[in-house]
């Protein structure tokens, strides 16, 4: 628990500090993740008619990228985008948008 | 104009005023605090590359330089020519670039000189960097064509870039007769945007059924196959039956020479066609400034390391978008807007010192064959050092699906714009 609020804290300076300057590390899933931007707006938030998908349950995320894969949701061009993402980098876009606000 | 040599580039800023001692300068070069990124060409490329810098690191010095107050955009600029949009509805500001911290400037590059790392503007300035970012998408290449050069352009419009091209290719199918020959000459590979020229056909259609329906499409292409085609040939049959016209290049479409005078086009099997519209793309190249600059192969286009975008022929210089050969991605806005970030994450990490993660890189094309009638081709990439940057998935839409898919993709294509000019300039 102390180990829990120490790093609240923590984060909470490195908050104030951004207020400055922002540095993002630069992940894997920030590399992955970024690619949809074009499509579904950036951070997942659309504009327009394709559906926004910032702050969706991981666990949402990644069972519709797995059935677009099989085919078992309905899709246009998702279905074909799903297949060039292995479980894994699944994952990892899924955390990267049910992260953002 | 050939490239600049350094003592010229440096009697060009003591002519400015601006800098003297260029060579001290160079021991300025900022490691992580405050380095200076220039970027040039302010397209899907140089403004997404210049948006995700900013959203990497914050304390960077960017500056992006971008002749127009306004971008107009490629994709959607056939809707323009068919009537269905406003070139208002395809025009792109900077201000919210602006608004991010970017240093906008609209002027142009009048040099490049990548051993003193500057950069001298047509304003007089002079812009040190730690990157060079070129996104300068395409020009043409005029030599090889036979009886036409850029002036004649405003006679027989390209509307390759979009802008006064795009209204002039408007106006004429406007003030076309009905009954009259429109002719389309897709170029060769590669170039901007492969299923462009068959959606733009596609929506000329569009425009010739409901306003002049006698009239009728030739494609005279330089090509064989091209993208998509058996999608857009369904489509064309089902919606503009007998209107189209497509001759392959080996079958007598391929163009030998131009008569601008009587609009009359030659092919090498020796035929003569004259047309009442022609829309003649000429092959191209790399945009004029990375030839310039000495980025551009013999064969007009910049070679890169395709996981960094940084050239093969200078260190610290990058260019992304259709400039560069990125493997199996297209040349398109989509493509560009992939490239600008990973090249951004490039260049932030070498900035850090730290390595990249594996990038991915995405594009989508969407075409439209009419208002209500959208298809697409999708892959989604990876890059190995062996063979650069590869599919490892994506596909095209299908054929014969049913009229609420095609839809649904017709209202996707309009979505995407809109999402990925928020990406890109917003």
Not at chain 1, 50 to 63: A, C, D, H, R
Not at chain 2, 164 to 186: E, F, H, Y
Request: proline content about 4%; aromatic content about 8%.
């Amino acid at each position: 628990m102390s180990r829990f609020l120490l790093l609240t804290v923590f984060m909470s300076c490195s908050i104030a500090y951004a207020s400055e300057v922002l540095a993002m590390e630069i992940t894997r899933a920030v590399m992955l993740s970024n690619s949809c931007a074009a499509c579904h707006g950036t951070d997942g938030k659309s504009p327009g008619a394709i559906p926004s998908i910032n702050g969706k349950s991981t666990q949402f995320l990644v069972q519709a990228l797995h059935d677009f894969q099989d085919g078992k949701r309905p899709a246009t061009v998702m279905g074909r985008h799903a297949t060039g993402y292995s479980d894994e980098e699944i994952q990892l876009i899924a955390d990267f948008f049910s992260s953002r606000p | 104009m050939s490239q600049f040599s350094r003592r010229k580039f440096i009697k060009l800023l003591a002519g400015s005023g601006a800098l003297v001692s260029a060579p001290g300068l160079l021991t300025s070069c900022s490691k992580g605090a405050r380095a200076k990124i220039v970027i040039v060409g302010g397209g899907f490329g140089g403004a997404t590359c210049a948006r995700y810098l900013q959203k990497f690191d914050s304390s960077l010095k960017i500056t992006l330089i971008e002749p127009s107050r306004q971008f107009i955009t490629c994709p959607f600029s056939n809707m323009v020519i068919s009537g269905m949009q406003t070139m208002d509805s395809i025009s792109q500001g900077y201000t919210a670039l602006t608004n991010h911290g970017i240093n906008v400037l609209h002027t142009r590059v009048r040099a490049v000189d990548a051993a003193v790392r500057m950069v001298a503007l047509d304003n007089g300035d002079v812009l040190q960097y730690d990157r060079l970012v070129l996104s300068p998408g395409i020009d043409f290449k005029w030599c090889d064509v036979e009886g036409m050069d850029e002036s004649d352009a405003e006679i027989i419009p390209h509307a390759w870039k979009a802008g006064a091209q795009t209204t002039l290719l408007r106006n004429q199918l406007r003030a076309m007769d009905d009954g009259g020959v429109v002719i389309v000459a897709p170029p060769v590979n590669p170039f901007r945007c492969p299923p462009g020229p068959y959606e733009r056909i596609s929506l000329i259609a569009h425009y010739l059924k409901q306003h002049k329906a006698k009239s009728k499409i030739l494609v005279l292409d330089a090509k064989d196959t091209f993208s998509k085609q058996a999608l857009f040939m369904q489509g064309w049959e089902e919606l503009y039956p007998g209107m189209i016209e497509w001759v392959s290049a080996s079958k007598g479409g391929r163009i030998d020479e131009i008569d601008v005078a009587t609009r009359t086009l030659y092919t090498e099997s020796g035929d003569r066609h004259k047309g009442d519209v022609i829309n003649f793309i000429p092959p191209q190249k790399a945009g004029v400034l990375a030839q310039n600059a000495g980025l551009a192969n013999d064969d007009g286009w910049c070679y890169v390391n395709q996981r960094t975008f940084e050239s093969k022929e200078h260190k610290y210089i990058h260019v992304i978008g259709d400039a560069s050969i990125a493997g199996k991605m297209p040349k398109a806005g989509f493509a560009a807007n992939s490239q600008g970030k990973v090249c951004a994450a490039a260049i932030v990490s070498s900035l850090r010192e730290v390595a990249m993660p594996e990038p991915s890189y995405v594009n989508t094309c969407y075409s439209l064959l009419s208002p209500g009638y959208g298809i697409s081709v999708a892959a989604v990439y990876r890059y190995s050092k062996d063979r650069g940057i590869y599919k490892t998935g994506g596909g095209v839409s299908p054929l014969d699906a049913d009229a609420a898919y095609r839809l649904q993709e017709a209202r996707f294509a309009k979505g995407w714009y809109d999402s990925i000019t928020m990406d890109t300039f917003g």
